[in-house]
């Protein structure tokens, strides 16, 4: 064999361990997809719900008044596909994301100039597209927790993206070199040996590929089985929004603060009872 044989032969081999190795934490990746679809699909039955709320009362609920007024719409978070939030959500009266935190619901109809100058949607197109929706003009809901699990890759992207190009010139020069070695080759028969061997080799590096590198499912199963937790994190930016709102005039100051003492009173007794637990 010619030392091209063995160079093409080695960049398959360590393709293919790249694969492997990129793919190693696949259940995780798996499931960390599956939670992010699954908050993106429920934003999109929330934006289905306040069309309907819209054309049976002719108006959108206020900033104030929040998702809480849509007839349904809890429980139809937690039913069906969504029903794994069931167990984790079921004990909170209000519309909540999985983390335990109400979704930032904005009605911008007649509020002051200014009013939603810190809003999180407030984003280039194909960024908030993957953490809110755009329900009508001046109508925004989105997740302050799915923007955070959206702006999370799980392993690295651009290890992906090199796995896949380098795959694709390792099988065009593949093909290449093999053609034009059994063309030139003066005995055929080690002619054809070598390109056997390597594409052998290439075979195998496709197939690992396949295998390891697919993109994956995201099944129901694929779901925790107690989807949510209670994120103080997310509270603190959720409330700091609020604290915003109620003093560039989208909310008013009394609802932010009844808010604030009513969620850090929930989320302080959760905490204890997982410490509890612990």
């Known amino acids: 064999m010619k030392p091209l044989d063995v160079l093409l032969i080695l960049v398959s081999v360590l393709f293919a361990t790249g694969v492997i190795v990129d793919h190693s934490w696949g259940p995780e990746r798996a499931r960390h997809r599956a939670v992010v679809r699954f908050q993106r699909q429920q934003l999109d039955l929330i934006k289905e719900r306040l069309g309907e709320y819209h054309e049976t009362t002719g108006r959108y609920p206020t900033t104030e008044e929040g998702l809480d007024v849509i007839p349904g719409l809890r429980a139809d978070l937690h039913r069906n596909e969504f029903s794994a939030a069931r167990a984790f ?26 009013a939603y100058h810190d809003s999180p949607v407030r984003r280039p197109k194909d960024d908030k597209e993957r953490y809110s929706r755009k329900v009508d003009q001046g109508i925004y809901v989105a997740s302050l927790g799915l923007r955070q699990d959206s702006q999370r890759v799980f392993g690295r992207a651009w290890l992906d993206a090199l796995l896949l190009f380098t795959g694709g010139v390792i099988v065009f020069l593949a093909i290449a070199y093999i053609v034009a070695r059994n063309r030139k080759a003066g005995d055929r028969v080690r002619g054809i040996n070598a390109m056997i061997m390597v594409g052998v080799a290439i075979l195998l590096a496709l197939l690992i590929g396949i295998s390891g590198g697919g993109r994956f499912a995201t099944p129901a199963d694929m779901l925790p089985a107690r989807l949510g937790s209670y994120r103080s994190d997310l509270l603190e930016e959720y409330l700091e929004l609020m ?30 009872l997982q410490t509890d637990d612990g």
Do not use: C, D, H
Not at 246 to 262: D, F, H, K, V, W
């Open 89 to 114: 959500l079921n004990p909170i009266p209000e519309v909540r994301t999985i983390y335990g935190i109400p979704y930032v619901y904005e009605n911008r109809t007649g509020a002051p100039k200014g």
């Open 243 to 272: 604290r915003r709102y109620s003093e560039n005039g989208a909310i008013q100051p009394e609802t932010y603060q009844q808010l604030a003492e009513r969620l850090r009173a929930e989320f302080g007794t959760a905490q204890e």
